[in-house]
């Protein structure tokens, strides 16, 4: 079988060096906040072009910070928070965490990113951020949704980038995470940049929101033992995490250009009749997944198994539909109500796409979709 990802290849190729960096950690003494994790920060920060990096201990607590960092700790279901509900209830379980209202707007056809007119419906008086999610390695315009809120008197709305699936994502040569007020990384292995565990990240410039979402991480202290926040916790990226993620940073960009590469083959093997890709050549697109809209999908997968090929579907259930979440307050885009959303939701397939892949890999994946598109 194509696998649909291989994390064991990453190791397997950097054996030598990641060893080392783990092995030099361990035997350090510091397994929690050392040189590591400082290093870390400052690279990931400079790479990111932002001033500053908090790590943490996964993407999830980099979002709920980031949120309450933002509000100010204001927990109240009247306060809103503007996102999407196509991208895997990450953002949404955020403002559950924080005690805020979701409000859902609608994504573009081609690309399933957010749709900046849909969020200009989506404002109220009770708004108070927008989540931007560069969904599956695209990039949403945020220097536009900036400009459309400041030219519609909402210049107090603030930004969060939801970066976890755009580590290294550019537009108009602005990095994902330095566009907006402050952005959340989740390093999961199968990420772009993944540690072999679970880590996170913030990126900011603003030295305000970097002091505070220090202090939220580990339980609201101003200083050793004085807590002078609420709601926060402790959230710390593992020393040997860190060491890892400074092993395979400087290889992120070259990550991103081969899973580019195998995105370009796949696209150019498809027929816009049966397989439509989603189309990123607006941005600088790092292929995190390969996605497309398939007719039959239920045929289609059954297909690639028999052909032996992982495939899956990024996201099946839409957080207005979550179980959990139904009878949870919420509101949408009221003119639109999401009819992109929920009507592309049943057509979504993602191929195998990772750095590692094997060439007869990617022939094999190329050669099911040209056999697929001429049935």
Known sequence: MVPFNNTGRIFNTFKNELSMAILKSAESGFWLMGEQTKLFEESFAHYCGARYCVTLANGTDALE??????????????????????AGGYSST???????TPVYADIEVNTHLVDIESIMRCLSQKTKVVIVTHLYGGVVDVEKIRKRLNENNYQDVKILEDCAQAHGGMLNNVKVGSMGDIGAFSFYPTKNLGAMGDAGALVTSSPELFEITLSLKQYGWSKKYEISRINAKNSRIDEIQAAILNVLLPQLDNFNEKRKSIFREYVEASDNNKIRFLDYSQCDFVAHLAVARVNNRDDFISFMKKSGICVDVHYPI???????WVNEKFRIDEEKKLEISIHQVCELVSFPLFPFMYKEEIEKVVSSIKEWCEK
């Open 65 to 86: 910070i980031a949120l309450r960092a933002l509000l100010d700790n204001q927990s109240d279901s009247e306060v809103e928070v503007i996102t999407v509900a196509n």
């Open 94 to 100: 955020a403002c559950r965490l924080v005690g805020v």
């Open 318 to 324: 839409l957080d207005i539909n979550q179980p959990a």
